[in-house]
């Protein structure tokens, strides 16, 4: 196993940054973590306690580290029209930001976390009943993207597959892919055949509308999906930097056989920066054994 705890894939790389204050005050940490992993590009989430020449102080500070910067937000309730406020507030950000930036680097994206199963109502009554709602409004913000000559990217789980655009007569995915420049796909596993096997169906997707993808990781310590031992199924958290450097390569070196339209995003930045680069100790033996 390679002990040198840095991710060189030779890929986009990107990283959620929700937590922007902490970083405005604490930038170097993050850059010299960056560029020690080749990170290119930067989600990084519009928040309150954030002013506005903060984020284009931090939009250059990326450029000069050869890293893009997206502007990340979201909310589930955004699918319904009468509930998007907080989306067109947003959009005044960006607008605002960039303006600021002038002639020099600004955000290259609108890059939306918009999940709409994780609404109440789609718990209760099941999502296909949302999907025209979440399907007009990716056309709405591919619309409002390209006023602003910006990119749409989107987050999604790595199953959406399964519901149908019945409008277009489509997988969800094909409509997502195709207002969409680029999609994150949430392929969270521990193991690189996990991710690989939940993410394939979506390659395939990305390969057939042209588009670009990038495959999600998750590093937070988290409660759901756990087997008997405790170990988490969805998150590289008890596995560490370095195994999860190796699972990367791995996945890398299979998808690109059959797609080369492709990179990784790990969420997020504070939780893969804290990341320990070995196994935790409980976890060692079963590991040692991989």
């Not at 928040?47 to 990326?62: E, P």
């Not at 979506?202 to 031992?229: H, P, Q």
């Not at 299979?254 to 997020?268: L, N, P, R, S, W």
């Amino acid at each position: 196993m390679n002990q040198q705890p840095y991710l060189s894939l030779d890929r986009p790389l990107g990283s959620w940054v929700w937590n922007v204050s902490y970083y405005v005050v604490n930038s170097e940490e993050m850059f010299n973590f960056c560029r020690k992993n080749h990170v290119t590009e930067l989600y990084l989430s519009i928040n309150r306690d954030v002013t506005d020449l903060a984020y284009v102080d931090l939009i250059r500070k990326c450029a000069s580290y050869g890293i893009r910067a997206a502007a990340l937000s979201g909310d589930p309730s955004w699918i319904i029209p009468s509930r998007q406020n907080g989306y067109y507030d947003y959009l005044e950000r960006v607008d605002r930001i960039n303006e600021l930036c002038g002639d020099g680097p600004k955000f290259y994206s609108l890059h939306l976390d918009v999940e709409p199963h994780v609404l109440p109502e789609a718990k209760r009554d099941g999502l296909q009943g949302f999907v025209k709602y979440f399907v007009d409004f990716i056309k709405e913000a591919r619309v409002h993207a390209d006023e602003r000559s910006l990119l749409l990217e989107w987050d999604i789980p790595a199953w959406f597959g399964r519901f149908t655009d019945e409008e277009a007569d489509c997988p969800l995915t094909e409509t997502i892919f195709r207002y969409c420049d680029a999609v994150g796909i949430m392929a969270y596993s521990d193991t690189a055949m996990g991710q690989y096997n939940v993410v394939m169906p979506n390659v395939e997707m990305a390969k057939k509308m042209g588009k670009s993808l990038m495959i999600g990781t998750e590093t937070m310590d988290l409660d759901e999906a756990r087997r008997e031992d405790g170990n988490c199924a969805i998150s590289y958290y008890e596995e560490g930097k370095i195994y999860m450097y190796r699972c990367l390569n791995q996945i890398n070196s299979m998808v690109e056989k059959t797609y080369d339209q492709f990179g990784f995003a790990i969420h997020d930045m504070k939780r893969w920066i804290a990341l320990q680069p070995h196994v935790l100790p409980q976890y060692a033996e079963v590991y040692a054994k991989c």
